[in-house]
């Protein structure tokens, strides 16, 4: 939705000739003319007239004639000009990024980017993916140049981070030189074999000898703001594989007598390898010496002695005009209006959440209701719940104040309302039940709502009922007995095929439909001896169910109670002069059924035929690679009476194994834990593959022959709940460990380490001993198998060997992969 706000628009009338003058004046008179302007670059047609959209003053409306030239977020704009004054109000879309960046600079907190990913044109998976922070920096400089098109700030991007190379090509055997100029807004430096960010210039700089000609490159000229992108990822010919390499590079101050001198502001730092990892920025915003670190919502001060993924330095001539302060009175009224605003809602909703444990919400229905939806949004029942008047309510309110509340909202005085508890019924239907007692009136809306509602859902609702007297005023409702019963109806017109709500009745149980026919037909504006014909209207899930009445049966012998609905009509004529298509309200309540319902029969197309799949058992593997790090998801399709043998021996044949002589084993991962590992010998026929992931894997050597005392121990991911102090959340890709006798836990993590193959941020996780989902934390000389002494526990899951540490991985990963060992890695599925 895009918002708008106002911001002035001056016209200064010097000259009583110029035709804007003429027709605003004219406009004044009474007369309706159109005028073209110029605004913000582009051509608007407007139109003026007195008094029009029911105001007291001249309004105007613009039109954009050529729409090809609008500024970006620029619309359709409707102006209000009070008359003889030209001081008009445009509503003007604003972009994305403005509040994002506002926000940076004032908020107190840390700030959502979902908006400004958005307006790069990603979608929430584009966000969770790994990106460079190269490039997320140039989509981010491209879009902000976009935005600031056809502005005051147009260019600005350019002004501050674009220079100049030329690429210089000399022949050696031939007389020619070429040479080709480009702009840049960073430079790529090799780091590799370079002690600091001179020498990294230099070969950028340096003459490369080709085939027959030399090739350079100069930098004539450099920007303000100099960004550097220093490379420590390349292709590691042995490996075959892109590796990231660990070199230290200094930023050393210089002479101040050089041209382009630049002051280190900014260094960005990337944690992790190659398929994934982590940034955290060291900035100095200001012209002073104190560097903050930003890691996600945490912002810390900090002495910058790192090393560096990429930086950013300003030129010494330009930093006082770079890095000034921006006050609040530089930022657009509009935008500190808005986002105030926004703040205070925010706020609001924060506040409501917080204190929502106290409150309750109370959903009120009445006859206007049903007479407002029956018909239009609704055919079936009486009302929607969420289209009608809700109250958020204290829970400790008196149900007698809220009452007076319910008196001020509808101006019905409290001594005139009787409310009725709505129930489910069998059949899914869902109608007025009985009225509140007095007790229950008496009561708490907390209590009341406890005692109510059977299926613990967080709101009351109720039927208002109001009867009138006869000058349409509401009067006091009389006693109810046992033998009364509230029927709500509804008329349906055969010709116009309509069905609406036309009121309520209270009649005796031992009564019969026949003495109400007078009244009915009043209600529904007909003649006092009209023949109707009457229908109960059931069930309408799965199959609608509307039967006829008897009108000489007693309303009891019908099994009429309160609440039921009674759909009436005017009795078809046996072959009448007009022609309808659903003549009684059964056949209207079918067509209406099946209208609102959509079949879609969705089939698969099998590669061998039915009788023989039927025979077969269908399992999905994920088979996690031994070095590769990568998880493949593999479908195998055997009899059903054959055996987890038979899996691996299957899966043995599809895979890539570290050596041939390895062997598999086949586990049952459910919710990042292992629940089992699988015997040889056990039967496929009953493994549900649907919530359980079969995990398959190499088993280790160091398992194969363990010792007297070595212990095979799970070992998990967690981090600690946010919302449950004691609670922990378990994420990633669990696996076993083999623990030894007399190990300590910094022994454990150092084989743990090698095990996952984690970067640097390893010093950061800590090692825990979890029993029944609770951590107590390992000292480095505490020996870990001594925890593990209890034989007693349900299953292995029940004590483990915790890792804790922040789950920075996609969201979107596929379920099998859950994360293997912490980092995002590639998955590929075969069928």
């Excluded at 349409?472 to 009364?484: A, Q, T, V």
């Excluded at 031992?510 to 007078?518: D, M």
């Amino acid at each position: 939705m895009e918002m708008y706000t106002a911001i002035p628009i001056s016209w200064r009338i010097a000259d009583a000739a110029l035709p804007e003058k003429r027709s605003l004046l004219a406009a004044a008179n009474g007369k309706t003319t159109v005028v073209t302007i110029v605004l913000s670059r582009s051509k608007r047609r407007v139109l003026i007239f007195p008094k029009g959209n029911n105001v007291d003053h001249l309004s105007m409306y613009l039109d954009v004639m050529d729409s090809g030239n609008l500024p970006y977020g620029w619309s359709r704009l409707y102006i209000i000009c009070q008359q003889l004054r030209m001081t008009c109000h445009l509503g003007v879309s604003f972009s994305p990024a403005e509040p994002f960046f506002y926000k940076l600079q004032y908020s107190d907190n840390s700030v959502a980017t979902k908006e400004l990913t958005k307006s790069f044109g990603w979608d929430t998976y584009d966000s969770f993916m790994q990106h460079d922070v190269q490039e997320l920096n140039r989509v981010l400089c491209e879009k902000l140049e976009d935005k600031m098109k056809g502005t005051v700030v147009e260019g600005t991007i350019e002004q501050l981070f674009e220079g100049h190379h030329i690429n210089y090509i000399e022949c050696i055997n031939v007389d020619y030189k070429s040479s080709r100029k480009e702009s840049f807004y960073d430079l790529q430096l090799d780091v590799k074999g370079c002690r600091d960010v001179y020498a990294s210039f230099d070969k950028y700089v340096e003459v490369e000898r080709l085939e027959g000609c030399k090739e350079r490159c100069a930098l004539p000229r450099f920007p303000p703001v100099l960004q550097l992108q220093l490379k420590r990822f390349e292709y590691d010919y042995m490996r075959d594989t892109m590796v990231k390499r660990q070199w230290k590079i200094s930023f050393s101050r210089c002479k101040s007598s050089i041209r382009n001198l630049y002051t280190l502001h900014s260094v960005l730092v990337h944690s992790g390898g190659v398929h994934g990892g982590h940034y955290y920025a060291f900035i100095r915003p200001t012209l002073s010496d104190q560097w903050y670190k930003f890691d996600d919502e945490r912002v810390t001060k900090e002495d910058i002695k790192r090393h560096l993924k990429s930086s950013m330095a300003v030129r010494k001539s330009d930093k006082e005009k770079i890095m000034c302060n921006v006050d609040e009175k530089d930022i657009a009224e509009h935008l500190r209006i808005r986002l105030k605003k926004e703040q205070e809602e925010k706020e609001h909703k924060k506040k409501e959440k917080a204190e929502a444990h106290l409150y309750t919400v109370i959903k009120i229905a009445r006859d206007e209701d049903l007479k407002e939806q029956i018909g239009k949004n609704i055919y079936f029942d009486l009302v929607d719940h969420e289209k009608v008047r809700s109250f958020r309510i204290q829970k400790q309110l008196p149900f007698t104040s809220f009452k007076e509340e319910v008196a001020k909202e509808f101006g019905i005085p409290v001594q005139f309302q009787r409310f009725w508890l709505w129930a489910k019924r069998q059949n899914h239907t869902y109608r007025p039940n009985r009225p509140l007692t007095p007790h229950e009136e008496a009561q708490s809306v907390g209590q009341l709502r406890e005692v109510s509602n059977k299926a613990h859902n967080a709101e009351l609702k109720l039927f208002l009922e109001v009867e009138l007297g006869p000058e349409l005023c509401p009067i006091r409702p009389s006693e109810k007995s046992k033998e009364d019963i509230l029927l709500f109806f509804k008329l349906y017109n055969a010709e116009k095929e309509e069905l609406r709500f036309v009121g309520r009745l209270f009649v005796k149980a031992l009564g019969k439909p026949s003495e109400i026919l007078t009244k009915l037909n009043e209600m529904a504006g007909f003649s006092p001896n009209e023949e109707i014909e009457l229908y109960e209207e059931i069930k309408f899930e799965p199959n609608v169910m509307c039967e006829h009445i008897d009108k000489k049966l007693t309303f009891r012998s019908s099994q009429l109670e309160d609440g039921d609905i009674i759909c009436f009509q005017k009795a078809p004529v046996p072959d009448g002069d007009t022609q309808v298509r659903y003549p009684d309200v059964p056949s209207f309540l079918e067509y209406v059924h099946n209208r609102q319902t959509s079949d879609i029969l969705y089939y698969e197309v099998l590669d061998i035929p039915l009788p023989e799949l039927q025979c077969l058992k269908t399992l999905k593997v994920a088979f996690h690679h031994a070095t590769k790090g990568e998880v493949v998801i593999h479908s195998i399709r055997l009899p059903r009476n054959s055996t987890i043998s038979d899996v691996i021996t299957d899966l043995k044949t599809k895979v890539e194994l570290s050596n041939p002589d390895a062997e598999l084993r086949l586990l049952e991962v459910f919710y990042h834990k292992i629940y089992k590992i699988f015997p040889p010998h056990e039967k496929i026929e009953n493994i549900n593959d649907q919530y359980w992931t079969l995990r398959a894997e190499e088993i280790p050597e160091e398992e194969k022959n363990l010792g007297p005392h070595d212990r095979l121990i799970h070992v998990y991911h967690f981090m600690k709940d946010p919302n449950q102090n004691q609670q922990i959340q378990n994420f990633g890709d669990p696996f076993l460990m083999v623990i030894r006798e007399g190990e300590t836990a910094a022994e454990v993590m150092e084989r743990i380490q090698r095990k996952l193959r984690v970067p640097d941020e390893f010093s950061k996780w800590k090692l825990a001993f979890i029993s029944m989902n609770r951590p107590e934390y390992l000292q480095d000389t505490d020996v870990v198998s001594a925890r593990f002494q209890r034989r007693d526990v349900y299953g292995a899951w029940e004590q483990y060997l915790g890792l804790e540490h922040t789950d920075t991985t996609s969201k979107r990963s596929y379920t099998a992969n859950q994360n293997r060992h912490t980092y995002e890695k590639p998955v590929k599925i075969y069928n």
